[in-house]
DNA sequence: CACACGTGGGA
DNA sequence: TTCCCAAGTGT
């Protein structure tokens, strides 16, 4: 059993392999050894499609050419350059890693998978990926990719999360890799999957259904298997745009929730959807109300954010606290905000870009 | 370990 | 429109 088992991991090896040969994607962080660029790039494409972080690469590796340039950079921008992009956890994370590089790596990126994996924002995946790609380091990617490839050619027909499945999945992967060339190896079974093992399957293309144990059962379309998501919560956020002359308030959300490190306008957030007027019934200063029609709703990955927005004028000398700061329309830009304010402003004619 | 964390794109 | 995501990690 073990030896077939042996036998069926070197074929698909092989098989992968000749397919990457046969199906190239260049990609600007694709065919570089320096660990940095790659770290980035490995950080940047957690949850993200490759054309979507594309772009966000560039101008990253632009901003911040090494480890120290990212590591000296004030969070707002770095969370700027990150705007729209999504998981800003990630942004703070790596931040973070370059300080930590820098101070106990002594800013040389760490070369050894414990070290890799003991930075901020680095798992297994991503520790994994480092160092095979940047330094040939025999680890064995397990992403999204390689789980769909494995749990479908092997007939794992589990809930992928459960830890027993997991631990399969894991060791399949060990024993799949290709251990004199585990960078081109990981980057080939993660464009397989990206490419061909993909979530709808193109089984008619595919060099690997005489060993695919779901196409074999009439399971493809089943496997890999996952929890049925929780329903989204709904939430109701209801933005005064405190105004001076120029000035817009805003503030960095600062609580553990989502946007956090992100820029917003004095929020007011209901339960459920409230009239305008008891909303606004003990605002913090005096001011003129004007409130905007449009409303805007943003879906994200557990919620369902409903948004509308009111302009205040300040009308007396008291000025809002706590955190908040007067920042002139033609600054805007210099801040990283959430997608719904983005658009809010945008509408608004304020220049952002 | 279940859950939160964003956004844009394709079917 | 609605659903399912896409190179996961931290808590």
């Known amino acids: 059993m073990e030896t077939a088992n042996r036998n069926k991991s070197e074929t698909i090896r092989k098989k992968i392999q000749q397919w990457s040969e046969e199906n190239p994607r260049p990609m600007p962080w694709r065919s570089i050894k320096n660990p940095y660029l790659i770290w980035l790039s ?56 370059a300080q930590q590089i820098v101070s106990t790596f002594e800013g040389r990126f760490p070369d050894d998978y414990d070290s890799i994996r003991s930075l901020k924002g680095v798992g297994d995946y991503t520790a994994s990926a480092i160092a095979s790609f940047a330094y040939g380091l025999p680890h064995a990617v397990v992403d999204g990719n390689v789980i769909r490839i494995l749990t ?27 251990k004199d060339r585990p960078g081109k190896h990981n980057q080939a079974i993660m464009d397989f999957g990206a490419m061909q093992c993909t ?50 308030y805003i503030k960095k959300r600062s609580q553990k929730d989502v946007w956090e ?35 805007y709703k943003q879906t994200l990955s557990h919620q369902i ?13 008291r000025l809002l606290k706590e955190g908040y700061s007067a920042v002139n329309k033609k600054k805007m830009r210099n801040f990283a905000f959430p997608k719904i304010v983005d658009c809010y402003l945008r509408d608004k004619g304020v220049n952002l870009n």
């Open 42 to 97: 490995e950080i940047i494409l957690q949850q993200t499609r490759v054309m979507q972080g594309w772009d966000y690469y560039l101008k990253f590796s632009e901003s911040y050419p090494t480890v120290k340039d990212l590591a000296d950079a004030h969070i707002d921008d770095v969370l700027k350059n990150w705007e729209g992009l999504g998981y800003y956890q990630r942004a703070r994370n790596m931040h973070a890693a």
């Open 152 to 178: 479908r050619l092997f007939g794992i027909s589990g809930i992928i999360t459960s830890a027993p499945v997991r631990r399969s999945i894991d060791a399949l992967a060990d024993e799949v890799l290709d």
């Open 199 to 248: 979530p709808a399957p193109r089984c008619e293309s595919c060099p690997l259904t005489a060993d695919c144990s779901a196409f074999k059962d009439n399971l493809v379309g089943q496997i890999p298997l996952k929890k049925k998501p929780r329903p989204k919560r709904e939430r109701f956020f209801y933005y005064i745009v405190f105004h001076q002359e120029e000035d817009l």
């Open 261 to 295: 490190g992100l820029y917003e306008f004095y929020l007011i957030e209901q339960p459920e959807v409230r009239d305008w007027h008891q909303v606004v019934e003990h605002l913090p200063i005096p001011c003129d109300l004007e409130y905007e029609t449009a409303h």
């Open 305 to 317: 954010i409903h948004a509308r927005f009111a302009l205040a004028a300040i009308t007396g000398d």
